[in-house]
């Protein structure tokens, strides 16, 4: 079993920058695929971005443009996602999600969330 815990939301100015946090307890990331997500009410969770631990291969949401990275610290078992050039259409609740690498489904495991709201 995984537990994820989101830190580091918050209220930003647009063009400011914001770094999320997703710790892990229960097991490690090592051979696990960690992503975000976002979702605003009423609207489909959005898949933002994600890291193949083992590999640091990234892929990212067609919207991020260069503006957010996702990165890793292995020693801390937490991924990371640094969000730059902020704007008002990046307020949402941001999650952390992670599932084994092999496993090509959806993902398993979430954690509880961290809001994000940029002001205009």
């Known amino acids: 079993q995984v537990q994820l815990v989101e830190s580091g939301g918050g209220l930003v100015q647009a063009g400011g920058s914001l770094r999320l946090s997703c710790a892990a307890s229960?097991?490690?990331?090592?051979?696990?695929?960690v992503g975000w997500f976002r979702q605003v009410p009423g609207k489909e969770r959005e898949f933002v971005a994600a890291?193949?631990?083992?590999?640091?291969?990234?892929y990212y949401g067609d919207f991020v443009k260069g503006r957010f990275a996702i990165s890793r610290d292995s020693a801390k078992n937490t991924a990371f996602l640094q969000m730059n050039s902020l704007k008002p259409e990046d307020t949402a609740v941001y999650y952390c999600?992670?599932?084994?690498?092999?496993?090509?489904?959806?993902?398993?495991?979430w954690g509880q969330g961290t809001q994000v709201t940029v002001s205009s």
């Open positions: 229960g097991r490690t990331f090592s051979t696990y695929v």
């Open positions: 890291i193949k631990w083992s590999g640091g291969i990234t």
């Open positions: 999600a992670a599932k084994p690498e092999d496993d090509h489904g959806k993902f398993q495991y």
